[in-house]
Structures are given as structure tokens and as C-alpha cells.
Nanobody, 126 residues
Framework: QVQLVERGGGLVQAGGSLRLSCAASGRTFNIYDMGWFRQAPGNEREFVAAVSWSGGTTYYADFVKGRFTISRDNAKNTVYLQMNSLKPEDTAVYYC???????????????????WGQGTQVTVSS
């Protein structure tokens, strides 16, 4: 069992930055690949970024490449999402999720994930 708690959301102006964190409980954090997803009102949940269990491989949705950076610290059981150059269209609830080590295809599929956090709201004003 893994419990995930996201922090770091808030209100920011366009062009600004936020850093989300997701703290995981349990002693098996480092066997899970970790992902960030988001869902805006009226929209389906979408993949944002993911990182392999070792931190050695990262994946990004095209719309965040060059702006967002995912990383993890296995000693702290925490995964981060650094978000720069934020745009109003980045406004959404952001969720972190855990999936047992998987391939580059499944890691982008939300329904494949085993555990989810409660989400944190990110609002970007224009």
C-alpha cells in the first residue's frame, strides 16, 4: 500500500513558477515509477510527466516539454514537478500517481496506475 500526498499548488500569474511535491508513504517507493497527471474542469485527465523508479528516465507530454521538470528523491520518498513559464491553460488539479515499474507506453496511461494522491489545485491567472 502506498499513500501519496501532494503539496505546492496555488495561484500564480502567467509566466510564473510553482514546484509541486508528492510525498509517498511506505518503504517500497523506489520500485514505483511515478507520474503527474492533471484534470481541468470539463476535461479528461491527462498525462503530464513521469519518472522511472531510478530517476534515470523521464517522460513529458508535448505541451510541457521545456517548461516542466519531473524529478524524485528516493531517500525522501518524494517526487517533484517544477513548473516554469506557466500559462493559464495549465490551470488544473494536479495529481501524482504510482505505478510498479513499467514500460514507456504504460507509464503515460492513467488507468494503469496503482495509487493516486488527492490532488492539488494549480491556478494560473492571465
Amino acid at each position: 500500500q502506498v499513500q501519496l500526498v501532494e503539496r505546492g499548488g496555488g495561484l500564480v500569474q502567467a509566466g510564473g513558477s510553482l514546484r509541486l511535491s508528492c510525498a509517498a508513504s511506505g518503504r517500497t517507493f523506489n520500485i514505483y515509477d511515478m507520474g503527474w497527471f492533471r484534470q481541468a474542469p470539463g476535461n479528461e485527465r491527462e498525462f503530464v510527466a513521469a519518472v522511472s523508479w531510478s530517476g534515470g528516465t523521464t517522460y513529458y507530454a508535448d505541451f510541457v516539454k521545456g517548461r516542466f521538470t519531473i524529478s524524485r528523491d528516493n531517500a525522501k520518498n518524494t517526487v517533484y514537478l517544477q513548473m516554469n513559464s506557466l500559462k493559464p491553460e495549465d490551470t488544473a488539479v494536479y495529481y501524482c500517481a504510482a505505478i510498479k515499474s513499467t514500460n514507456s507506453y504504460n507509464i503515460k496511461l492513467g488507468y494503469k496506475y496503482d495509487y493516486w494522491g488527492q490532488g492539488t489545485q494549480v491556478t494560473v491567472s492571465s
